[in-house]
């Protein structure tokens, strides 16, 4: 199906300016479900966990392992990553969530600062990039394409978009109306009273970690998949595009994090025929992150928590 | 009546003595130190090391920022490195485009960078904790990307200073001062204007800032309701720390004559906190600590062992956890401390015998 | 709070036991291996290395070193690790007069100070006579002074225009600029109707302007497109060369096989790939990428440096020995061609001295190195007591075809396009430099 329409936007024109609308709609399906992640994670345990990118990149790196050097099925490497987010934020949050439980949430992000340098460490050590040959992960997924208003797509960037929509859906709809959901909710407004109810407060914790860490490896595998190369480096700071939606979100709200990351996704991508400003893309999520973060902080607070001692 | 006066200034040029001797010791310890840095290391080490060394001083300073910042004030910063990059290309362009003498070109960097440092600053004081931490850090990303875009001057025309046909045989590098041209002078001169850094530090902790610092960090709404202008003073220590890192950029564009934005990655921002939390936030000392972490281990761990210097990266998580959980002194903080626990563990023994002759005396 | 503090601590101590373990054993060994022995030519002659006389050298060691650039995405060490396994071979043949050379590597990650410091310890404490295969982004102008001022000249491989322009420099392969050329050649006797560009943005001004000049002389459209690395978004990169090129239009990539693939990717994900005619310089002339892009068998033109990895000639047939018998991990590539070929032009000078091996004397005959043959080059190799050098200026085109690297265009002139290379091939007639 042919476009009639032909106008320029800008400068450029339209049908040069389509398919980045495509890309950025699908990295921003990943930045979205990053997002929802950190945001029900730091609803659960008050911990904005720095190193989603990092556990998600070491995860598709194992899976990069395990297809490349093992002769194990491709499902089964593909379940691993995912595996793999899931149980190391569980063991991190099980092993340090109460340590940092009754501290202020700044140092509950530093520690998951921490966890990330070690990833990077781990990674930049023992699987180094190399001079004549680059890992990459592609899903089986992205072999199928179609063509949409124009434009090519592949099964995986429509899957990244999807599973966004239906894991903010799931979401909600979990925090909602079932016990656990619940119950997350009223850890997030008072941790003390609700243990002192009777709900398992640890538990209850433990289970947003799982939760939010199979998340994690998913992203990981999708972001692999969908930037094309699997740099580990480029993949843990990818977690500001993932922060910048959380934070549109006001840390709060899934869906306006769904939103936040497709803009997120959006800007980046459709800044890029633009001569003039596409060298500075890739300071957009930064960018979107400070105007969140000053609308956030936008009345005058005195702050009460006690210092960080 | 005259006894009795005579008395009391006795006992006042007493308390006056007893009070400042533990200053005392103090400074001659680091008068010591610095005597040694200067003079003592020098002359023993080779000059990769002195070179080493000059970059330790430089990040040392980066770090007492930090000590300002958070420390002092509660204020965190990720984006420290990058003022520390805005210091060094601003002391690249002013050098280019003009032919201040080198002690100028300090404080006029320092000077701008603190400009700069306030300017981010002030939007960002309605911000505290969680949320100053992430707007420092996407302030540091987006200046990374700007940086990386514009590249650092090389002898051009226009505000970026940058031609992509440079003169290689006429480019000056950043020009050390006339006095201070050799590595081994340049790490004299560059110990002396960081121990100047550190003084203007502890000059402002002992005087009204100091003080005011601490009530804020302590509760802000007692400082509120005790008239101490919030505003001001959190300003006054973005000004500090920023001047103090511009200062450090300048040092460090000279230090290396032709710097790259390769200088200042992404992942140094995090590192820089993290070893500043490892030193010891709390004290100047956890700065030069910090500094010795961020330079020094690594050179030693590639250049002396052969270590993939990547592995540094998983201490520095480990450590940063250990002082977030359990030491938020950092080793500043629980060296000493440790250290007064084996001294009386040694001592143990030594007081129980005496004690046992006490008793059967 | 005493035991939280040990449970803590033993929470710490388990994670990092658990997360060693869980990743060394999954991730150790990641580095493929597919492919490193190419097809190595049968009963070939290879050059031997050194004094070949296959005695083991056992004398007061030779001292060399090397800094090369390794950051997370680009690992410049290889040259370094075939250039050191190149050492070994002449130590097990003889070494220099019976002396070992002893080949001291180090490391920096861009960091100037570092790169500084490096070169100290290198000359000032590990008293080095010379110091060969430097390879990084930005080390070239960092250190050029220094080396000048020691009256070294370093033998290595280039990325800047430091390592093309300065006395104390002279690299053994042609640098981006240079290579770019050649593939905008390719692509113009082609019949491209542009001529797009992109590379990683430091050094993207140096390295595309050969080609912007080239364009303005045909008088097509040229555009270079610096870019940021890491490549976060390798379909909007690809997407927007193609739009800029135009129909029938050419498109040059000048990245490392870190990068390029993402673009690659990219354009097959795009269904960009027949829009244009693709070219690029050296590094993704290899079977590993070939195995990986049969999408681009034959519509890719790459500029390469050197001679075809599986060349049958000496040089080529002594680089598959040694980096199989010395460096077996390491693929096949055109990196350690750039090792191999650093370490032996080193040794030629080593074994020119005569008298005491010094800096001073190593680096006098390092200066007064030409017409050094080698198969491995189009033409022969020089140094010469010149301002800049440029002594590789001649190479080949390749493409990929079914999972090979096999040659389309034989040794041909990088258009003459810079003043540089204008004076540079006067001063190869001038002082017969190399034939």
Known sequence: MSSV????????????????????????????????????????????????????????????????????????????????????????????????????????????????????????????????????????????????????????????????????????????????????????????????????????????????????????????????????????????????????????????????????????????????????????????????????????????SPTTR | MATAHAGEKQEGARRRLSVERPDLIRGLVIAALLAIALLVLPATLGSDWIKTLTS?????????????????????????????????????????ATDLPFPVLILVTGAITCVIGVLIGLPALRLSGLYLALITLMAAGAVNVVLTTINFPNGGGGFTGRTDAPNLSGLKPVARPDVAGSDVAYYRYTV????????????????????????????????????????????????????????????????????????????????????????????????????????????????????????????????????????????ADQLPKDLAKLGRLIARPFRKRSAESKESA | ???????????????????????????????????SQVGAAGNAKAAKCGMGNGKKATGKPIKLGTINMLIPGVDFTTIAKIANAYFKCVNDNGGIHGRPIQYIQYTEQLNPAQQSTLAHKLIESDKVVGIVGNTSFTECGTNWKYYKSKGFTVIGAGVQAECFGTPPIVESNMGPRYSNIGAAQALLKRGAKSLIIASPNTIAAYADGGVLKLAKQHHIKGKSFPIKLPVTDGNSVA??????????????????????????????????????????????????????????????????????????????????????????????????????????FATIALLKVKGAITAASYNKSVRSLKNIKTDILCKPWYVGNLAYHIPNNYDITVTYKKGKVVKVDSCFAIAPVDKSLVQTRKWEKQFHLNG
């Not at chain 1, 894991?167 to 656990?180: A, D, G, K, Q, S």
């Not at chain 2, 910042?69 to 060094?88: D, F, K, N, P």
């Not at chain 3, 040990?6 to 580095?31: D, E, M, R």
């Not at chain 3, 795009?270 to 829009?275: C, D, E, I, K, M």
């Open chain 3, 239 to 344: 997407l927007q060369l193609v739009q800029a090129a135009g129909k029938g239009g050419g498109v040059i990539l000048d990245f490392t096989p870190d990068t390029a693939p993402t673009i690659m990717r990219g354009a097959i994900a795009q269904g960009l790939v027949n829009q244009v005619k693709w070219g690029s310089s050296t590094p993704i002339a290899n079977t590993f990428m070939a195995k990986q892009f049969p999408q681009f068998d034959g519509k890719i033109f790459i500029n390469n440096e050197f001679q075809n990895l599986t060349a049958p000639g000496p040089d080529m047939t002594s680089y598959r020995q040694i980096n199989k018998k010395y460096a077996p991990k390491v693929d096949l590539q055109a990196f350690g061609q750039m090792g191999y070929m650093d370490a032996k």
């Open chain 1, 5 to 304: 329409v032909a106008f320029s936007v800008f400068g450029v024109d339209w049908v040069f300016l389509k398919p980045y609308i495509v890309l950025g709609l699908a990295l921003g399906g990943v930045y979205a479900l990053s997002g929802v992640g950190i945001v029900v994670l730091y609803k659960a345990t008050g911990v904005l966990n720095l190193a989603f990118g990092a556990v998600g990149a070491a995860g598709a790196l194992i899976t990069y392992w395990m297809i490349n050097h093992t002769s194990w099925p491709h499902w089964l490497a593909y379940t691993t990553c995912v595996a793999f987010g899931g149980a190391v934020n569980l063991l991190y949050g099980v092993l340090f969530g109460p340590a940092f439980a009754k501290r202020d949430p700044l140092v509950k992000m530093m520690g998951t600062l921490a966890l990330a340098l070690i990833l990077l460490g781990l990674m930049a050590w023992r699987a180094p990039a190399g001079g004549a040959f680059v890992r990459v992960l592609t899903l089986p997924s992205t072999d199928h394409s179609y063509t949409v208003f124009g434009a090519v797509v592949n099964l995986t960037q429509i899957l990244a978009l999807a599973f966004a929509f239906v894991l903010t859906v799931v979401t909600t709809l979990f925090l909602r109306y079932t016990r656990l959901g619940t119950a997350y909710r009223a850890i997030a407004d008072d941790r003390e009273i609700t243990s002192t109810l009777g709900v398992p407060v640890r538990r209850v914790e433990a289970s947003a970690w799982l939760g939010s860490g199979l998340v994690c490896g998913a992203a990981g595998l999708l972001l692999a998949d969908l930037y094309t190369s699997l740099d580990y480096s480029a993949l843990t700071f990818l977690v500001i595009s993932s922060l910048a939606a959380a934070l549109i979100g006001r840390l709060r709200s899934l869906w306006v994090t769904m939103a936040g990351g497709l803009i997120v996704g959006l800007v980046q991508a459709i800044l890029t025929p633009y001569s003039s400003v596409t060298q500075y893309r890739a300071a957009a999520p930064f960018v979107l992150s400070i105007v969140a973060l000053l609308w956030l902080g936008r009345k005058r607070v005195v702050v009460f």
């Open chain 2, 56 to 96: 330790v001083a430089i990040y040392s300073v980066v770090a007492a920022g930090l000590v300002v910042l958070y420390g002092r004030v509660g204020m965190i910063s990720l984006g420290q490195i990058a003022l520390l990059a805005i210091g060094t290309w601003t002391a690249t362009r002013l050098s280019f």
């Open chain 2, 192 to 331: 002396v204007v960081c121990a100047l850094m550190f003084l203007l530090a502890l000059v402002h902790f002992a005087a009204k800032p100091g003080r005011a610092w601490a009530v804020i960090r302590q509760s802000e709404p007692a400082a509120l309701a005790g008239g101490v202008n919030i505003t001001l003073y959190k300003l006054w220590a973005f000004a500090l720390a920023s001047f103090m890192t511009g200062v450090a950029g300048c040092l460090l564009a000279a230090d290396v004559g032709a710097p790259t934005v390769y200088g200042f990655p992404n992942q140094d921002s995090l590192t820089m906190i993290a070893t500043a939390l490892i030193g010891g936030i709390y004290t100047l000392w956890g700065a030069v600590v910090a500094g010795i972490f961020m330079q020094l281990v690594p050179f030693i761990f590639q250049a002396e062992w052969h270590f993939n210097p990547n592995f540094l990266l998983i201490i520095f998580g480990v450590g940063l956890l250990q002082v977030l959980l359990t030491a938020p002194g950092g080793l």
């Open chain 3, 1 to 35: 709070m005493k035991s939280t503090k040990v449970k803590v601590g033993v929470a710490l101590a388990a994670t990092s036991i658990l997360a060693l373990v869980l990743a060394t054993w999954a991730i150790g060994g990641s580095q493929t291996r597919a492919a």
